[in-house]
């Protein structure tokens, strides 16, 4: 169990913040866990700068989509070369007999089992691809939602701050 923080480390925890240090910087700096940090932070009063942690956390959801939309069009293209291999020509062959000999021969197109299999692989990259459409379109509804409350309290904003500055505008106001 860790030591209470004294007053020289509620010091230090000010003179970090003021200089600019993040608060997982200044954890290590006490060799504290980061949750007491934030804890103290908020006690003494101080609070951090979230913007860059907002970018980041921002790029890396782009990044992260960016990279499913990758995907996805790479899982549409294996089920293409799937499909196309479900009408061409194939080699069947097999393994047996006492001499565990191997034959094999050219067939115009695979034999109904090889293409219920490839029809599996087909539906499975066909749902995968669909599933991460369907996370993507979830979050763009996300940010229509976020954006329309941003529109929301600028537009009420904008109002409040007319019917200020023109109050003989303002219905039941000064005329």
Not at 14 to 35: C, P, Q, V, W
Not at 92 to 114: H, I, L, M, Q
Request: net charge negative.
């Amino acid at each position: 169990m860790a030591l209470p923080l004294t007053e020289a480390d509620f010091d230090r925890i000010r003179e970090l913040h003021a200089a600019g240090a993040s608060r997982n910087d200044i954890a290590r700096d006490l060799g504290r866990s980061a949750a007491t940090i934030s804890k103290w932070c908020g006690r003494l009063g101080l609070a951090f700068d979230r913007t860059s942690t907002q970018a980041a956390t921002a790029a890396k959801v782009q990044d992260a989509k960016a990279k499913r939309a990758e995907l996805m069009q790479g899982l549409l293209d294996d089920a293409q070369r799937l499909r196309e291999q479900l009408f061409a020509p194939a080699v069947v062959f097999s393994f047996g007999g006492k001499d565990n000999s191997y034959e094999s021969r050219r067939v115009p197109e695979p034999p109904a089992r090889d293409k219920r299999d490839l029809m599996a692989s087909i539906n499975q990259a066909l749902m995968a691809s669909l599933r991460l459409d369907e996370h993507d379109r979830g979050s763009d509804v996300d940010d229509a939602k976020a954006m329309v409350d941003e529109l929301y309290e600028a537009l009420t904003g904008a109002w409040e701050q007319y019917h200020r500055e023109h109050p003989e505008q303002t219905p039941g106001g000064p005329s």
